[in-house]
Every structure is written in C-alpha cells, then in structure tokens.
C-alpha cells in the first residue's frame, strides 16, 4: 500500500542538541512539505519542495533545515537555533500539479525538548 | 488578519445532531477548497475536496462553498462518537503548483 512514513513517533531533544525527523513517501508525489501544528496555532508551513533537489522556506524556517536528495524522502533537521521546539511535525506530499487529491499526511512526529 | 479563519471550538454536540462547521476566508482567487479529518496524535486525512461554489455530498458529510461571501462549510449528518476529532478546512488559489492555506481546525465532541 502507498503511504507516507514519519519516523519516530516520539523524539526527545536536549538543550544545543540538532535532530533529524524522517519523511518517506511511496505515492510518486513529486513535492512534499513540512508543518509544525502547537495547539491552538493550527499547521505553520516550515519548508517544501516541489521537485528533487530544491526547496523553499515556508512562513516558520528559521531554526530549522531540510533535504531533498531523492524524491521519496525529505528529512527535517531541528537545529538547536530553534528556540521552541516542542511541537508536533507532520510531513506532507502531492502531486505538484493536483489532482484532485490535496495532500497527502504522515502520521506525524512529537517532539519534545528535555 | 489571517487569509482563513477558522472557530476552534470544542463544538460539542449529542450524537445524531447535524454539525455546521465553517471557515471564512479573505483572499478572492482562493478556487479549491477542501475539508481535513484530523483524530488525536494523527495527520490529517482528506474528507472533502470542492471546486469553486456549490455542494458535493459523501455519504453524510455535505460541503459548501459560497464564494460570493467567502464562506465554506461542512455538514455532517447523524453524527457519530466516530466523528469527534478536529476539522481543518484548507483552500488553494488556481495556480500551477498546489500550495495550501490552512485553517486552524474546529474540535468536534460528539457525546454518546
């Protein structure tokens, strides 16, 4: 079955310390995109990327870094220069051009800082 | 002000009660629009995709879209304890690449 896969499912993070969630997509999507939902504030775009090898900043990049070296993954990296990292992350991916299908959602990431 | 606006709720109803949820959104060349199911500690998942004005039905959930006033709506019939997650409604304009405007989700309860 076609999905998208986020890994882990809990991460906890120290004070200064970077880490790497995992999005994978087996849907042939071309573009694939980052949100951070915090209660109340609903899904803030952090990065996407609409082909391999490029990507955007979204309305939140700061303190945050991503990759697209192959078209079914898309790491996220949290650096220590996000100041408020506890959230939860959920990767997303769909055709660039729709389909009638909108995005397509992972199960998501909890991140909390320690 | 935000593009799409969204009441958080919680919106709390007895089951079997229609529910109305609603988004209103400020930008003119929003034309797609579409309704996200989102249960506890989950992504969200495609519930309703619309284009332009009009209904389309599925089952026991209508969406609307009346773009003369700005206003987007899901309705949801016979309501079921199944149904209490969060709704997201979510809009795109008309170009090439399909970037999403999001509300922020209404809480739905839906007591036995």
């Known amino acids: 079955d076609g999905g998208i896969t986020q890994s882990p499912k809990y991460l906890f993070r120290k004070e200064g310390q970077n880490v790497t969630l995992s999005c994978e997509q087996n849907?042939?999507?071309?573009?694939m995109y980052w949100y951070r939902q915090d209660p109340g504030q609903g899904l803030r775009l952090i990065y996407y990327s609409q082909i391999v090898n490029d990507f955007q900043k979204g309305d939140i990049a700061e303190g945050y870094s991503v990759s697209r070296e192959k078209k079914e993954s898309f790491p996220l990296t949290v650096t220590s220069a996000q100041k408020n990292p506890t959230a939860f992350y959920l990767c997303?991916?769909?055709?660039?051009?729709?389909?009638?299908?909108?995005?397509?959602f992972g199960s998501g990431t909890r991140l909390t800082v320690v | 002000q935000k593009e799409v606006e969204q009441d958080p709720g919680p919106l709390s109803v007895p089951e079997g009660a229609i529910v109305s949820l609603n988004c209103t959104y400020s930008n003119s060349a929003f034309q797609y629009f579409m309704w996200y199911r989102q249960y506890s500690r989950k992504g969200p998942e495609l519930l309703m995709y619309?284009?332009?004005?009009g209904n389309k039905e599925d089952g026991r959930f209508t969406a609307q879209v009346d773009k003369s006033s700005k206003y987007i709506s899901l309705f949801i019939r016979d309501s079921q304890p199944s149904d209490s997650a969060t709704y997201l409604c979510?809009?795109?304009?008309?170009?090439?690449?399909?970037?999403?405007?999001f509300g922020t989700g209404t809480r739905l309860l839906v007591s036995p």
């Open positions: 979510a809009m795109r304009m008309n170009t090439g690449f399909q970037k999403l405007v």
């Open positions: 849907l042939n999507h071309d573009a």
């Open positions: 997303a991916s769909s055709f660039s051009r729709d389909r009638g299908n909108g995005y397509t």
């Open positions: 619309t284009y332009s004005s």
